[in-house]
């Protein structure tokens, strides 16, 4: 399957005899899995069937799913005859004759005297099928947005394999650098040594002491062999299956740690450079990784 982004969208519509419904499912970034559900009231069996699919599917990520709702109007109607008998003995009353023709339609016409048989969202229910096609649909708007995420997982996987590809160079460019470091500042401790020290005070034995301190204290040995480490992890998780969001930012912080004792021990210009080069690809790679499920 591959990873999975955390944003998208997607809408699926359908209808039925009793009437025309639609879902629509939109998910953003999140730490960790908010689910908001807007559906009419009357409708908990598909309200927790819908929950559990989303459960079952993502991990992470800020989800609204919404589900909207009408219903047929009635092809039969019902006559309220106390409010008419009512209303006809008010108009006889005062015209002194029964409510016949005109007089009746009108009367007819009055609100609370015709209404038609409308369904209501409890009567679902007892729709043989109803609730079944409202779940069986939001099921699939599920699935579809699960698709899209899928998809700019994918997308994101580009990314980072580009960017792993950059760490790798500027990691390379480090170790060349790093190796050049020793012998630069050696003979800088040496070229200074000589210039302040005319009578030959200092030792040989003495200056190579002092040499071999500062060499080993500018040593980034270990950090590049972690970054080699930490770069191979990364490329790792992207080719995994699963939620690996929180995987990849804890190792982007890693990288940085890295990468920032890179360029804290580093001697020379070049080191520097490539250290910040690689401290720009890694703020990169960070920000992405916060779009991962």
Known sequence: MGISGMTGFARISEEAEWGSWSWEARSVNGKGLDVRVNMPSGLEMVDQ?????????????????????????????????????????AYERAEGALATGPALATLMGIRGVVEPETLAMRDLAEIDGALEALITSGEAVIRALHDRRVQEGEELKSLFIGQLSEMRVHTSDAIGHADAQKQAIGEKYRARIAEFDTEGAVSDERLATEV????????????????????????????????????????????????????SKSASLDLTNAGLALKSVIDQFKEQAANVE
């Open 49 to 89: 069937a819908v929950r559990k699919a989303i459960g079952s599917t993502f991990k992470r990520g800020s989800l609204q799913i919404g589900l909207r709702i009408e219903l047929s109007g009635a092809e039969t109607v019902t006559i309220n005859d106390d409010v008419l008998a009512a209303l006809m003995a």
């Open 212 to 263: 071999a301190v500062l060499a080993a204290k500018a040593d980034v040995t270990e950090e590049l062999d972690r970054l080699q480490a930490h770069i191979a992890r990364g490329q790792n998780l992207i080719e995994s299956d699963g939620a690996i969001g929180r995987d990849l930012g804890f190792l982007a912080q890693e990288l940085n740690r890295e990468a920032n004792t890179l360029c």
